[in-house]
């Protein structure tokens, strides 16, 4: 085994979180799971108040990611998966890292590029990080 594959011998080890359990990277499962959650909801909504528009949809989605990462450390989709999003480092993300997270999110490409960790080009971006509670 190399020094390179021992650094990278699961996701996150690299900037110091755990193999499993709370605190260690989100598995992809919980992430697509918690985006079906808000979509439905954000779909929903959008066709409830604003007769399906695309651009209310996206609007709706941006402040639910924003808001709730925000207040809550994640959107009601990833609370009702059991993660949260953190700073890298630990601690709360701030005001600025969830909008821009958010602002990413709803771009799509930024979350579909991961680095070794598997975090999304949006998460490492935003210094952030999608762990389990």
């Keep these: ?23 260690s990277i989100a598995p992809l499962s919980r992430r697509v799971g918690a985006l079906a959650t808000d979509w439905i909801a954000v779909v929903l909504l959008s066709a409830a108040f ?6 209310s949809t996206l609007a709706i989605f941006f402040v639910i990611q924003a808001v709730f990462i925000l207040t809550m450390a994640g959107s009601p989709g990833h609370r009702l998966w059991g993660m949260r999003v953190i700073r890298q480092g630990g601690g709360w993300a701030g005001v600025w890292r969830p909008l821009l997270r958010a602002l990413l999110t709803a771009l799509v490409i930024p979350v579909a590029i991961w680095d ?3 975090r999304g080009l949006h998460d490492v971006l935003a210094g952030t990080i999608l762990v389990r509670r």
Aim: aromatic share 16%.
């Design 50 to 55: 604003f007769d399906y528009a695309w651009w």
């Design 1 to 23: 085994m190399t020094p390179d594959s021992r650094e990278h011998d699961y996701p996150g080890k690299s900037i110091g979180l755990p193999r499993s359990g709370p605190g």
């Design 116 to 118: 070794e960790d598997h």
